[in-house]
């Protein structure tokens, strides 16, 4: 298993977007983390996200404030401790304001469980249940393995359609070259006001630009995302969705916001939203309130 860290904390304007992964080829659990803005799915629907595969089965857990699951037959608002079982093909995204925490569990046909038969599945965690999952994900970074095994027992436990697991199955070997990119990369998009460059990467690994485009086209298609292309595309796609999301944020400027994810100016940022077919900078606030 591969275990990621992606966030960026702005103390200034009191914002933090933080994804952690734990990365197998037959599931992922992520923990993601919300604070100090709204982040709407719906906006970027069409651009990022996980590839749309019927065979793929989710449950999503609220751990700490709300979080609204748009789906085709009606949205569906978890508190914390509640859940939903989904299948990605339906084609479901996420709404969270101001402070929310989502555990979101995915997999293929075998190990963690088959294709949900009947998604739309719902329950809610007793107090101490989700005690022990806030606990479980908080150790996710340095023991996957007992933390993937803590969140699917007790996720069973409490009725969510997930299948007994072997211990034995998590353990995967994972090429030395992703291991390295991964250790390079998600500390580069934590400072995007460096202005992180392909060149800065192929220095910390000691490689040239084609082999390190190949394993970050590899990282991408072991672990199903939605995303083809280079370091270019990756830093296009973590900047818009940070500066969509942070521009939510109480006292938020083009130009700050601009200035924190790398832009050469306002409008550069203005242009690279623009170029996707989405709002400005200055609009996206009344974007999310249209969206609610």
């Not at 030395?176 to 250790?183: D, H, N």
């Not at 998600?186 to 400072?191: E, G, K, Q, S, V």
């Not at 298609?221 to 999301?245: F, I, P």
Request: net charge neutral; charged share 20%.
């Amino acid at each position: 298993m591969l275990v990621s860290v992606r966030q960026v904390e702005v103390p200034e304007l009191g914002v933090r977007f933080a994804d952690h992964a734990i990365l197998h080829t037959r599931f992922r659990i992520f923990v993601q983390s919300r604070l100090g803005f709204v982040d709407d799915e719906a906006l970027l629907v069409g651009h990022f996200g996980r590839r749309l595969d019927p065979a793929r089965s989710n449950v999503l857990v609220s751990l700490e404030g709300e979080t609204r699951v748009r789906r085709p037959g009606g949205d569906v608002v978890l508190a914390p401790g509640e859940w939903l079982s989904e299948r990605r093909g339906s084609g479901w995204h996420l709404r969270r304001e101001a402070s929310a925490t989502t555990l979101i569990v995915e997999w293929e046909p075998t190990l963690l469980g088959t294709r949900l038969v009947e998604p739309g599945g719902t329950g809610k965690l007793s107090a101490k249940t989700l005690q022990a999952l806030l606990h479980a994900t908080a150790s996710m970074e340095v023991r996957a393995e007992a933390a993937t095994e803590t969140i699917v027992a007790v996720l069973r436990a409490e009725g969510v359609p997930l299948d007994p697991i072997d211990p034995g199955a998590l353990v995967e070997e994972v090429p030395a070259p992703l291991r390295q990119l991964v250790a390079i990369v998600d500390p580069a998009l934590a400072t995007l006001a460096r202005r992180p460059m392909l060149v800065d990467v192929q220095d910390a690994l000691g490689r040239s630009r084609p082999p390190i485009l190949r394993y970050l086209q590899a990282y991408h298609d072991r672990y199903a995302y939605n995303a083809s292309g280079g370091w270019r595309e990756l830093l296009q796609r973590w900047r818009t969705t940070m500066g969509v999301c942070f521009m939510s944020a109480p006292g938020a400027t083009t130009e700050g916001v601009s200035q924190m994810l790398g832009y050469a100016s306002p409008s550069a940022f203005c242009h690279a939203l623009a170029n996707l077919g989405l709002p400005s900078p200055g609009a996206i606030p009344a974007r999310l309130r249209e969206l609610a």
